[in-house]
């Protein structure tokens, strides 16, 4: 049996691309309440998960993390106060790497806010290098507005530092975990979480992990704690960014329940322990 891979975005409303020019901009701090439901939730399912942490957050809310750790879950990067990379510059993110390692040292992962990693930012990718950065889960290899590198592999890889759609292990030691996509009437379309879990039917996600695993590969799954909160304030967004933060958010805990009632999910470092690191390799799909 494959183990798939279950992130937890950890980020509040106002932190998302969609919400920046919002009208009613709610500065609401959720995170307090919705980890500790979510943590229940888990070990109800007696599921291990990374969470992906905005570092504003993760220091305002110590106690928070500690409680995720408690559990036994991994602490990873997002950023410290969700900007994406093309928000950013070399400097700037290495500032916001020094401070996300003061709060947590022992980082090992990295997910670029808005999945904002592309050739365009290829420069974080030695800048996670060289902070000991062990893996990252930035890269949607399917196009969509607002990100996505089209050309990448659909399974775990060393991206190239020149052009990371291409595999290329021998500078660097960063593995790249892509999002999940399925392929379908030649397209490759995202399913791998977020609006995505919500606005397709769960077979389809169903039968896309089924396909990942029978090639022996891990789906890489993810959801925003801010979806899983029945209390997530209403911001005033225009008609299409309201669709794409709000569609079926309702439903977002049922269809993720369905899903770890029929696979096994683990967290990144669970995983990459488990193969030894070394059977993530290989393009096979």
């Not at 995170?31 to 570092?55: C, R, S, W, Y």
Request: overall charge positive.
């Amino acid at each position: 049996m494959v183990n798939n891979i279950l992130s937890i975005d950890v980020e509040e409303i106002f932190h998302i691309e969609y919400a920046r020019n919002s009208k009613n901009h709610d500065f609401t701090y959720r995170m307090p309440h919705n980890i500790p439901p979510i943590l229940d939730f888990l070990k109800e399912q007696n599921v291990t998960a990374t969470f992906f942490i905005v570092g504003e957050l993760a220091e305002k809310f110590a106690d928070i993390v500690r409680m995720i750790e408690k559990e036994r879950h991994e602490i990873a990067f997002h950023g410290w106060s969700h900007l994406p990379l093309w928000k950013l510059n070399s400097e700037s993110f290495r500032n916001e790497i020094v401070k996300f390692k003061k709060v947590y040292p022992s980082c090992m992962g990295y997910r670029a806010p808005s999945f904002s990693l592309s050739n365009d930012t290829k420069w974080a990718l030695k800048i996670l290098n060289e902070n000991g950065f062990r893996y990252d889960s930035s890269v949607f290899p399917a196009w969509a507005s607002l990100y996505g590198v089209s050309g990448a592999p659909m399974e775990p890889y060393k991206p190239s530092l020149e052009d990371i759609s291409k595999e290329d292990g021998d500078n660097h030691e960063l593995l790249e975990f892509p999002l999940m996509v399925y392929r379908l009437l030649g397209l490759k379309i995202p399913i791998a979480g977020g609006f995505w879990l919500r606005f397709w039917n769960v077979g389809l996600i169903k039968r896309g992990i089924k396909k990942m695993n029978k090639k022996g590969l891990p789906a890489v799954i993810y959801v925003h704690n801010w979806e899983l909160d029945p209390k997530t304030p209403k911001l005033e967004l225009t008609i299409q960014k309201n669709f794409i933060t709000y569609h079926n958010l309702a439903k977002t805990k049922e269809k993720l329940l369905s899903l770890l009632k029929e696979f096994t999910f683990t967290s990144f470092t669970n995983y990459l322990h488990e193969k030894n690191c070394l059977e993530c390799f290989g393009s096979q799909t």
